[in-house]
């Protein structure tokens, strides 16, 4: 019996943005139905398309506006994270947008750093899918547990590892994602502090581009 696994592949089809492979040694979170481990960062319809992650984290430095969540949800082919608002963004506009991205099939929704408690708890009020809130620091964990978080994206640079050993050392069973950083020791070690997932950075589709005309010119 043959328990190795078959790729199945198209000689169009074939390229695509794999994530590292030690983000496998994480211990994974169950979203919903979904199991998941690695999620690419990125709102490029291109590498949504392109990638081997299990999910997708969609945050961008604009107001969210309902129009941009259906763009991408339309694209992605595996569970979509997407960003409602939380920093410049508050009240009943991130409610809406969050109740919105739900209709839209999305598999969970994210809360930016700044968002204040009463943002929270209105949009934990509002939706039945999971609230993914991001921090930065140590600081207001116990609140945004408290107010309606599920989930906790830790991207604190280079304080990452520090903020998810303070996570983990007091709530243990919080899920927790954190940003891996540029290297696969970094990644293991983000893991090794107990990020249950990982957030990888993919290259962007112009340096992709730029490596792809280097190999034309050869």
């Known amino acids: 019996m043959n328990n190795s696994v078959i790729k199945v592949q198209t000689p169009l089809y074939s390229k695509c943005i794999e994530v590292p492979k030690v983000i496998q040694k994480a211990s994974g979170i169950y979203i919903l139905s979904r199991y998941i481990k690695s999620i690419v960062f990125t709102t490029d319809v291109v590498v949504i398309k392109n990638n081997n992650a299990d999910a997708i984290m969609a945050v961008y430095p604009f107001t969210p506006q309902p129009i941009l969540s259906h763009a991408l ?29 739900e209709f839209q099939g999305v598999l969970s929704v994210i809360l930016n750093a700044p968002i204040d408690n009463e943002t929270l708890m209105a949009v934990r009020k509002a939706i039945e899918i999971p609230i993914i809130v991001s921090v930065v620091s140590t600081d207001w964990i116990e609140d945004r547990l408290k107010y309606g978080a599920d989930i906790l994206n830790v991207c604190a640079g280079k304080d990452t590892i520090k ?11 919080v899920p927790i994602i954190a940003t891996g950083g540029p290297t696969d020791e970094i990644i293991e070690e983000t893991i090794d502090a107990g990020a249950n997932a990982i957030v990888y950075t993919p290259p962007t589709t112009t340096q992709l581009m730029k490596d792809l005309m280097e190999t034309y010119r050869t």
């Open 73 to 101: 949800a339309t694209v992605a082919n595996m569970p979509l994270m997407v960003g409602v608002g939380g920093g410049t963004t508050t009240g009943d506009r991130v409610v809406e947008v969050a109740l919105d991205a």
């Open 163 to 173: 903020v998810i050993k303070y996570i983990r050392d007091r709530y243990p069973d």
